[in-house]
């Protein structure tokens, strides 16, 4: 069968049925609008996945209370964030950061030699608002705000990072890149090798990203009281401290990881999928550091996140579960909802350094994964 | 509202579409067994996200052809893998090769002194067959295959990796941990601070899960002939090799990837969402290295992915659309899904990298992707 | 016997010998100018280690020649220079580049909460000029040029890079952040934990630093004709690109290593300590990538050094060996001198790669350091 | 002039004197064994290095007393390790452990396909004890002890390990892998593409290193009394752990330092270069993990140093001034050497550490180092 010839959904699903002699009925069952999918989100459709979404809250965030869409097939894991969001609304709730660094396209080019590196370090470097005016020629969401640059034997490698307001962007990016590109190239007569050089770095854990930031930088603090570790949280402050410190700082260390924290990935995976973002992303979004510090019988935590692929238009963003899903978050922006992303990730922190203190990780998962 | 409170779906879904004044009908349309989902795979479930599910393939791998089902909501990847599953399949298909090393669980314990540490090292590594005896108290299912450890001032971490057949088994891993922890913990007084001490390392892109490899490791490779080059990609040997070295090799160095490859974490994205892998594991399973040798006007390409949390049982894969993509694959054991997965990645690093080189992803994305 | 009580070398050093019945006349027998190595050099001295000193080059850079001194007791390293210099002079000389990035200090604060740590943020980015005036109050020979700086939870780092002109700096650096430290405290009442937070990152292996450079960037390049690559180094530009990719970039990238060359570390740790550098920045200086690519049938070859903490005034090149080893090479700058550094590093890299293309390194070895 | 053409020092020196008008009077002052030297440590010969030496100490461990000799240009270190002595001497002294982990060689091979790799793979985890067997007929000193292997692509690379007693050992296990290497070329007719692969991995940070270890492994702690903290270091536990927390943990994993400590490559520098080991090898022996702990008033410290290549015969070791610093020292055995090394590095750290904590830092570079 040429699974490309089929131009319904139905069609190329049952086709594939036949030819492997499979049931697909659930992956049939869907509401989404089939024609917007399959021609913007997924080539070769056939249907949809459907992943179970629950809901972790309320979460207090300055003075506004959020809810949590979390679309996962983890036992507990919800149930791990309502309990950090619980501890953290009765606290006072959570004090939020977020910065909007934008997004990134990192092309290399390749020289002759050292002067037409040169050459070409001085026409990046005096260009940046010519390359503006051709960023906002590919799109009118989109601006050009800042291009690094750096170079290795024959390559030079460019950054350009981006405004593309509330979307994640990295289509926008792309086609502004490309088109400034082309005029690099049509400028000086120096190829460019890829459009994508992981100079980006897009979708690969990197220490470029985590100290030059990548979409959204946050932060989410909190100081829980003695009172609600013990009531919430079956802990202390020194008991999960001493957890933090061996865990993530020392642990991390010594296992030469780029994510110094507890569980960001499973936090922002689920999120990530509820609200229509690129799930692939997990893959830069999972680093970041969580710190500790007790105050005398109370507890300070902060989460820190410097590579949040996120987005509220755009996407996946505007297919209908996503969309819905949005909808309950309620965030205005994509930098309020990285905020969230924050809160939740310190949420989750929380909680799973609170089980991990106490003994109860295999317990909590004995009772809500009982299947595995 | 008490998001805990509800003991339907239904109800709960309602609840919070009063209290936040939002529509979720489409998350409330699902076909997924509610009972199970709700009790096994997500707390506080109000419906389900549904990810568009597109197929890609026939990949031919041996003399087997696979489909793959890929849940994304990105334009132009399942167009992309496609491409390269074509290229790899005409070229007579792709080797590959998946070695089960197991799931880890990497608990850290506190001594009171050097003495004491050497003392916890002496048992640990003493007690093998005993801990696999434990181990196996918990689970038919588990084996205990090896031990781990190392210190660094009062900690001791300690690495057990379990043979979990076919099951991811993260959850088995960590009941067993915890039994063993608790008969070390019985016999010496030393106590574990943390079940999980960032030594497994689980959902973080690290070093130490690189070299020790963890799940399963997985290679795949192809050669290539000039003429599907040309025919089916578009490019030479020799332009798609200059893509890779430029970009997966010295870009990925320049900017401190681990990831010296393309674009494994968007078709292990997709493919985990499908079949119900736990989407957070993409944190670890996007590192790894793709490499390409000219031969004469062929290409040679590979890829190697150290990192692989997969099952073929247990946790989301037997939710119902989730049962119905593996079905597509058809894999037999975890192992066989691995090496599936490897030439899924092999088919997206060839197709991006031709891309690349021939200065059409922005087209692809702008052809396929249009609403961003 | 207690050591510091002594005033003079000669009588330490003879305290020592009687107390451990050890006999140092080759420790004492040196001509430093002992008043003023024992006072500004090294405390509680007792005399000299000497280190064999060779001599490499010419080595052709640009149009001027230059001689490398080496301090080392490694056989086979000399030699292993002098041939590299050989293939490159006789290739018409290397091409450099050296950009003087400045030393830098990194202090970390701690706050009270995200509010104060705002107002950190924004006293520290809008300070600059008066920073820069506090550091020039101590040192005419310093001043600020780049503030950079992040935040983890409570702590706020903060990266002060400053011009030294040709001193290494980094005693004046010290001295002149801790006078900002101070003005910053009494400003804000904000304490600093440390005057040096790991955020300098001084004198250990670290993605800032290369990411932002420290020191001195430098890199280097040669084209190396077949004719020289057969006479010279007894190889083909295919072979040794064989090596280079295997070895620096695949093998480097495989073991998690920052460093993708081949012997960075002995070239500068013989320089370095010829010249009276801190040899403590060899674990810095050794970062790094080489790069090569076959021209036909000649060889490109690259280095690119982002973390050369160097001088020429200052430190240990004032000291009599150390100043006449700085003679030799004769650089006016120490920005010449790091160029003189990275056309070292280059004929290293030729060499070392060189004989392992050839399976020569053993034999080399076994010739120059038989004692082994 | 032809650098090479000279056979004695004198003359090469003179030469080299008439060509570049300088005076080289002090490199000619050295009283090592110019014939050894010349042919052994360093060819190209001109004269030595002269490097302030200073003793630091006494330092109990154990039961036994060291002193340290330090070869530095850099005022402010012996006196800070000595302060550092003091205070673990006054506590009771440090407890340490050094593990031989051996001295490896990395060669890398290149197959045709995955098939011949995996016929690689089997010869070379079957033929231990074949390859010890060469081993041995290359030096009565060395023994194979371990064999790891992983591959990538076409390349398979393979870590040996060797015992070499007390020597670092570098050249033996080099002779011994090309031994071994061409034998399995011989049976295998695969060729090897570099007996060094940058998997050894040799004078590179590296994960590798951290995680496998290297040379030796060692650890060194000791508690300090709070009465002790006060007089000695001038500061208390807390405000000493304050520092070590932000800078060694946070600062160094917001940096992405390989080394998780305040000063490693100081004191290893300045050991190895007074003791005739390679100081290339600081490019290594700097990483490592520094912890803190309080305990009530008084404060526990420990380093970890994975990776330290060290021995007490061959190499520089026996030079005259460096054979001296040997017997200062003292040990018995490579092993014994590498605890005085680590506690070294714990007096250094504690010495820096408190510093900081009490904001003398530039105040001690003041006093010390006043000419820079």
Redesign the interface.
């Known amino acids: 069968m040429n699974?490309?010839s089929y131009t319904s959904v139905a069609d190329?699903r049952k086709a594939?049925e036949k030819e492997?002699r499979?049931?697909?009925?659930?992956?049939g069952?869907?509401?989404?609008d089939e024609s917007v999918?399959?021609?913007?989100?997924?080539?070769?459709?056939?249907?949809?996945?459907?992943?179970?979404?629950?809901?972790?809250?309320?979460l207090l965030i300055g003075n506004k209370k959020y809810?949590l869409?979390?679309?996962?097939?983890?036992?507990?894991?919800?149930?791990s964030v309502?309990r950090g969001c619980k501890a953290i609304t009765e606290s006072g709730g959570a004090?939020v950061?977020a910065v909007r660094v934008g997004a990134t396209r990192?092309p290399?080019f390749?020289v002759k030699?050292?002067?037409e590196n040169?050459r070409l370090f001085e026409f990046v470097m005096s260009h940046k608002v010519k390359f503006n005016q051709i960023a906002k020629t590919t799109s009118g969401h989109i601006s050009l705000t800042n291009v690094e640059t750096?170079?290795?034997?024959?390559?030079r490698?460019v950054r350009f990072t981006f405004d593309t307001r509330d979307?994640m962007?990295?289509?926008?990016v792309?086609?502004a890149?490309?088109k400034i590109v082309t005029f690099i190239e049509s400028q000086l007569h120096i190829p460019?090798?890829?459009?994508?050089?992981?100079?980006d770095?897009?979708?690969?854990?990197?220490?470029?990203?985590?100290?030059?930031g990548r979409g959204t930088e946050a932060?989410a603090?909190v100081i829980i009281p003695a009172t609600i570790l013990q009531a919430v949280l079956k802990t202390t402050a020194q008991r999960l401290y001493?957890?933090w410190?061996?865990?993530?700082?020392?642990?991390?260390?010594?296992?030469?990881?780029?994510?110094?924290?507890?569980?960001?990935?499973?936090i922002?995976?689920?999120i990530f999928?509820?609200t229509?973002q690129?799930?692939?992303?997990?893959?830069e979004?999972?680093?970041g550091?969580t710190?500790a510090?007790v105050k005398g019988k109370d507890l300070?935590m902060?989460v820190?996140l410097p590579d949040l692929m996120v987005g509220t238009v755009?996407?996946?963003t505007?297919?209908?579960?996503?969309?819905?899903?949005l909808?309950?978050v309620?965030a205005k922006t994509s930098q309020e909802f990285a905020e969230v992303v924050a809160g939740a990730a310190l949420a989750g922190e929380i909680s799973l350094l609170a089980s991990?203190?106490e003994?109860t990780?295999?317990r909590a998962?004995?009772r809500?994964?009982?299947?595995?």
Chains 1, 2, 3, 4 share one sequence.
């Open positions: 699974i490309r190329r594939l492997l499979v049931d697909l009925g659930h992956v069952s869907f509401t989404l999918a399959s021609s913007r989100n997924c080539e070769n459709m056939i249907g949809a996945a459907q992943i179970p979404m629950g809901v972790a809250g309320p809810y869409p979390l679309a996962t097939t983890e036992g507990a894991l919800v149930a309502s004090s950061l990192g290399v390749k030699n050292m002067e040169s750096n170079s290795v034997g024959l390559y490698f979307a962007g990295l289509n926008m792309t086609f890149t490309q460019c090798v890829s459009l994508a050089g992981n100079y770095v897009d979708k690969k854990p990197s220490w470029l990203n985590i100290i030059y932060w603090e001493d957890v410190i061996a865990k993530c700082m020392i642990g991390s260390a010594l296992s030469g990881s780029m994510g110094f924290n507890a569980q960001y990935a499973n922002i995976a689920a999928i509820a229509g690129d799930p692939a992303h997990v893959a979004g999972s680093v550091i710190t510090d300070y902060s820190y755009g996407g996946g505007g297919l209908a579960t996503q969309k819905e899903a909808s309950i309620g991990l203190s003994g990780l295999a998962h004995e809500y994964g009982r299947n595995r």
